[in-house]
């Protein structure tokens, strides 16, 4: 297989338009900004790069209000360049307090033609433009927008992580500038509780035949687990003490064509507040939602649908679970007694 150029050619979409001062303070026409629309709107994201049509990168940052924009930022704007694991992040940081900071963590995969030419087109145009809009009621608001510029010693550096990620050389990486995982503990599944095996959550449905049909297997599989990795990634760097604190487990269940992943509790609680941001939303439907194969999201037992737990996150630390015959045996247990007159999804074959 060849490998793509450093330098990809990628050709910009000469129809797009772009938000300007004259647009400032006005709702944007729905047809003429129809992609911010659908990347906003029926994507639901809450930031995102994307080039114009003369193939200069923007960035975008969607907030719930013209409020909740206030709110999150209140200091000066500044971008810092990260690796995490293959990917670029440019994260945008809104607010600096060292207690509650506010960062947006832009991810470009270099193994992907167009993100790594916005990647490197970024560090290398004059100016960057940060557009700030708010969605409200189906209708994109174009609140402000302010220039970012990079020295050359931050384009140099950001160009170097760029080049050993392409290279696959990530130990070449500082590791000041990379993302760094924390110790994740092994532990058996059989140490949660029975309370927290018989949570009620939510299960985002995924056509998962789809999925595998369009990657292969093990590209499926990828592409499910980073988009859970980077949601738990999300919980675990959040602004509020709160979500970083909750306690949430991950599971999974095929089922045909289709897989559940469940996220127990609901996490209801901790993100469904009035005249929240949308940096606050529920990382989980941020970017599960965000794969084409999504289908919809149901109110779900795990225990119902023969889901195993693989990740639980609690006091800030993250756990993965281990599975084994011993494990299956107490959740077929769990199953028979809550249902007991049930076709049993964990009997031993």
């Given at each position: 297989m060849t490998r793509q150029p450093f330098r990809p050619e990628v050709v910009p979409d000469p129809s797009l338009r772009s938000p300007t001062a004259a647009t400032q303070g006005e709702v944007l026409d729905a047809t003429v900004f129809a992609d911010l629309y659908r990347l906003a709107g029926e994507e639901g994201l809450p930031y995102f790069a994307r080039l114009?049509?003369?193939?200069?990168?923007?960035?975008?940052?969607?907030?719930?209000?013209?409020?909740?924009?206030?709110?999150?930022?209140?200091?000066?704007?500044?971008?810092?360049?990260?690796?995490?694991r293959d990917k670029l992040l440019a994260v945008i940081w809104t607010l600096h307090d060292p207690i509650q900071p506010l960062g947006f963590p832009l991810a470009f995969d270099i193994k992907r033609p167009e993100e790594h030419h916005m990647a490197l087109r970024m560090l290398e145009q004059e100016q960057t433009l940060l557009h700030y809009l708010s969605y409200e009621a189906g209708l994109l608001t174009h609140i402000y927008t302010e220039a970012i510029t990079f020295s050359p010693q931050e384009a140099?550096?950001?160009?170097?992580?760029?080049?050993?990620l392409y290279e696959g050389r990530t130990e070449d990486v500082p590791s000041e500038a990379a993302v760094q995982e924390e110790a994740v503990q092994t532990i058996s599944a059989l140490e949660l509780p029975d309370q927290v095996l018989e949570e009620t959550g939510v299960a985002y449905l995924i056509d998962y035949a789809r999925l595998r049909q369009k990657h292969g297997d093990e590209g499926a599989q990828h592409l499910l687990?980073?988009?859970?990795?980077?949601?738990?990634?999300?919980?675990?760097?959040?602004?509020?003490?709160?979500?970083?604190?909750?306690?949430?487990?991950?599971?999974?269940?095929?089922?045909?064509e289709m897989l559940r992943l469940i996220v127990t509790p609901s996490l209801s609680h901790v993100f469904e507040v009035v005249h929240m941001s949308a940096d606050e939303a529920n990382p989980f439907a941020r970017f599960l939602l965000a794969l084409p194969e999504f289908v919809r999201t149901e109110e779900a037992v795990p225990l119902e649908w023969g889901a195993y737990p693989l990740i639980r996150m609690e006091n800030g630390r993250l756990f993965h679970l281990e599975l084994d015959e011993a494990v299956q045996e107490k959740l077929q247990h769990l199953f028979a007694s809550r249902w007991p007159a049930a076709s049993n999804p964990y009997e031993l074959r």
């Open positions: 114009n049509a003369a193939g200069d990168v923007e960035l975008y940052l969607v907030f719930e209000s013209v409020d909740a924009f206030s709110e999150a930022t209140r200091d000066a704007v500044s971008v810092e360049f990260k690796t995490y140099s550096r950001a160009k170097a992580m760029i080049r050993s687990m980073s988009a859970v990795q980077q949601a738990v990634w999300v919980m675990r760097r959040h602004a509020r003490s709160e979500v970083r604190e909750t306690a949430f487990t991950v599971w999974a269940a095929e089922q045909g």
